[in-house]
């Protein structure tokens, strides 16, 4: 599934990319900007000679532009598609990502001709790669996995991202291309307008590299930029002439935007390792040598608290220590201190207070109930939202409060939440929902019988 996904958005960046390259957008700009600096160094000469002022000739007409906008129309229709065939056909999920793929195959090759030869590259990259890294070895996942854990980094330590700040960012680059221009030239007149504006870019390539805020921008920046470097270099051996020095120049291009782009990648996977909450809380809790050698204590009574970030590692390598003092400690000086992610920490909370055999079910219920109706954290402690949606269950209440809260990650359930998640589903009717998440169930009539066990036994006592 991770193999057909990565073909899959490999698919589509090459169309977006395919239709944008053959926009005339920046060409049509630069012919403009030209027109008006020659009218403005013919008023700066008016004395001199007769002033024949030029007009600009726009030949733009958007065509490119519309197909792009086509393109990410019907990309966005295949989900649609998929997901009404889903419903109808009830497919697996193996089998609803290969009709995805297929559906795209054919948008794609109605916009992007070279979709086939495309297929076919990547076909053989992907023979190359299995043989180095076979399928089951949990890479090609891994993956996939390491940019969730990238946009958990992103999402903890910045704002979200508006269409305001966008549109903000795009006008602070366009704005200024003209004045610049204007200026540079009646400065420099013998330099081209060609030259003015590879500065003009290089400038403010220069000043978007520079202006972050921690390694992770700083990093994806380095790789969008590097990763432009190369198609362009590629895109333009379309008119290569065969000459050493083309040759030479293409290929250093290349391998040192190739040897950023994997420093800067290398980079990101450190700083992950080092500062996502999810990759901490899902891939640490076996090594025990990194847990005890980034526990820190700290006294409790101190006036300075730490930051929230070393709060929330800190409860997670206790959790997964298993130190029961320590983490009711940092628990309480969070709920003290902060409010963003007091959900999760109290779910996790939740099984350093409870135990199966001692507390009963409408004890462990009422807490829970009170977590869950806290704000939403940034990231929840799956346990906590399976172990509630189980006392849910049990109680016969509140089935929309199970969809709610599992039907959003029901790829990660184990058959037996899948098992709740379906019967909710049952409880309100939504028959085709809980007919897909059926045929996801393996021994599905076996887990309805224990299911149906536990809730006569609970409804008797």
Same mark, same amino acid.
């Given at each position: 599934? +991770?193999?057909?996904?990565?073909?899959?958005?490999?698919?589509?960046?090459?169309?977006?990319?395919?239709?944008?390259?053959?926009?005339?957008?920046?060409?049509?700009?630069?012919?403009?900007?030209?027109?008006?600096?020659?009218?403005?160094?013919?008023?700066?000469?008016? +004395?001199?000679?007769?002033?024949?002022?030029?007009?600009?000739?726009?030949?733009?007409?958007?065509?490119?532009?519309?197909?792009?906008?086509?393109?990410?129309?019907?990309?966005?229709?295949?989900?649609?598609?998929? !997901?009404?065939?889903?419903?109808?056909?009830?497919?697996?999920?193996?089998?609803?990502? !290969?009709?995805?793929?297929?559906?795209?195959?054919?948008? #794609?090759?109605?916009?992007?001709?070279?979709?086939?030869?495309?297929?076919?590259?990547?076909?053989?990259?992907?023979?190359?790669?299995?043989?180095?890294?076979?399928?089951?070895?949990?890479?090609?996942?891994?993956?996939?996995?390491?940019?969730?854990?990238?946009?958990?980094?992103?999402?903890?330590?910045?704002?979200e991202l508006t269409s305001k700040k966008v549109g903000k960012f795009i006008a602070r680059i366009i704005l200024p291309?003209?004045?610049?221009?204007?200026?540079?030239? !009646?400065?420099?007149?013998? !330099?081209?307008?060609?030259?003015?504006?590879?500065?003009?870019?290089? +400038?403010?390539?220069?000043?978007?590299?520079?202006? $972050?805020?921690?390694?992770?921008?700083?990093?994806?920046?380095?790789?969008?930029?590097?990763?432009?470097?190369?198609?362009?270099?590629?895109?333009?051996?379309?008119?290569?002439?065969?000459?050493?020095?083309?040759?030479?120049?293409?290929?250093? /291009?290349?391998?040192?935007?190739?040897?950023?782009?994997?420093?800067?990648?290398?980079?990101?996977?450190?700083?992950?390792?080092?500062?996502?909450?999810?990759?901490?809380?899902?891939?640490?809790?076996?090594?025990?040598?990194?847990?005890?050698?980034?526990? *820190?204590?700290?006294?409790?009574?101190?006036?300075?608290?730490?930051?929230?970030?070393?709060?929330?590692?800190?409860?997670?390598?206790?959790?997964?220590?298993?130190?029961?003092?320590?983490?009711?400690?940092?628990?309480?000086?969070?709920?003290?201190?902060?409010?963003?992610?007091?959900?999760?920490?109290?779910?996790?909370?939740?099984?350093?207070?409870?135990?199966?055999?001692?507390?009963?079910?409408?004890?462990?219920?009422?807490?829970?109930?009170?977590?869950?109706?806290?704000?939403?954290?940034?990231?929840?402690?799956?346990?906590?939202?399976?172990?509630?949606?189980?006392?849910?269950?049990?109680?016969?209440? $509140?089935?929309?409060?199970?969809?709610?809260?599992?039907?959003?990650?029901?790829? /990660?359930?184990?058959?037996?939440?899948?098992?709740?998640?379906?019967?909710?589903?049952?409880? *309100?009717?939504? $028959?085709?929902?809980?007919?897909?998440?059926?045929?996801?169930?393996?021994?599905?009539?076996?887990?309805?019988?224990?299911?149906?066990?536990?809730?006569?036994?609970?409804? $008797? #006592?």
């Amino acid at each position: 599934m +991770a193999v057909i996904f990565i073909v899959y958005f490999s698919t589509v960046l090459a169309g977006v990319i395919s239709l944008a390259k053959k926009s005339d957008f920046i060409k049509e700009l630069v012919n403009i900007s030209k027109t008006l600096l020659e009218s403005i160094e013919l008023l700066r000469h008016s +004395a001199e000679q007769e002033i024949v002022m030029k007009q600009p000739v726009f030949t733009f007409n958007f065509f490119m532009e519309i197909e792009l906008l086509k393109f990410s129309f019907w990309t966005f229709g295949t989900i649609f598609i998929g !997901m009404m065939l889903n419903k109808v056909l009830n497919l697996k999920r193996i089998y609803l990502m !290969m009709v995805m793929m297929f559906l795209q195959v054919i948008v #794609s090759s109605v916009f992007f001709k070279d979709t086939i030869p495309l297929l076919i590259i990547i076909g053989i990259l992907l023979s190359i790669m299995l043989y180095f890294v076979p399928l089951g070895s949990g890479k090609y996942f891994g993956f996939i996995e390491y940019c969730s854990f990238l946009t958990d980094i992103y999402s903890f330590k910045h704002k979200e991202l508006t269409s305001k700040k966008v549109g903000k960012f795009i006008a602070r680059i366009i704005l200024p291309i003209f004045p610049f221009l204007v200026f540079m030239k !009646m400065l420099i007149p013998s !330099m081209s307008i060609y030259i003015l504006s590879i500065t003009y870019v290089a +400038a403010n390539l220069l000043i978007f590299l520079n202006s $972050n805020e921690n390694k992770v921008q700083f990093n994806l920046k380095k790789i969008v930029i590097y990763s432009l470097i190369i198609i362009v270099t590629i895109s333009s051996q379309k008119n290569f002439d065969g000459s050493v020095l083309e040759i030479v120049v293409s290929i250093l /291009a290349i391998f040192f935007s190739l040897d950023r782009v994997l420093a800067a990648v290398k980079e990101l996977r450190y700083e992950i390792e080092d500062n996502s909450i999810l990759y901490l809380l899902e891939k640490k809790s076996e090594d025990i040598d990194w847990l005890l050698e980034n526990k *820190q204590t700290f006294e409790f009574e101190s006036d300075r608290v730490p930051s929230e970030l070393f709060l929330l590692k800190q409860i997670i390598i206790c959790l997964h220590l298993n130190e029961k003092d320590q983490l009711l400690k940092l628990v309480n000086l969070y709920n003290a201190t902060y409010e963003i992610n007091k959900r999760f920490v109290l779910q996790i909370k939740y099984f350093f207070t409870f135990t199966h055999d001692e507390s009963d079910y409408e004890e462990r219920y009422e807490y829970l109930k009170e977590v869950f109706e806290l704000d939403k954290s940034r990231i929840e402690f799956f346990p906590a939202v399976i172990e509630y949606g189980f006392l849910l269950f049990l109680k016969n209440e $509140n089935c929309k409060m199970i969809t709610d809260l599992m039907a959003e990650n029901w790829y /990660a359930l184990d058959d037996e939440s899948k098992y709740i998640l379906y019967y909710a589903y049952k409880q *309100q009717n939504e $028959n085709k929902s809980a007919e897909i998440l059926k045929n996801e169930i393996s021994n599905f009539d076996v887990i309805s019988e224990e299911f149906n066990a536990i809730f006569s036994q609970n409804q $008797n #006592s």
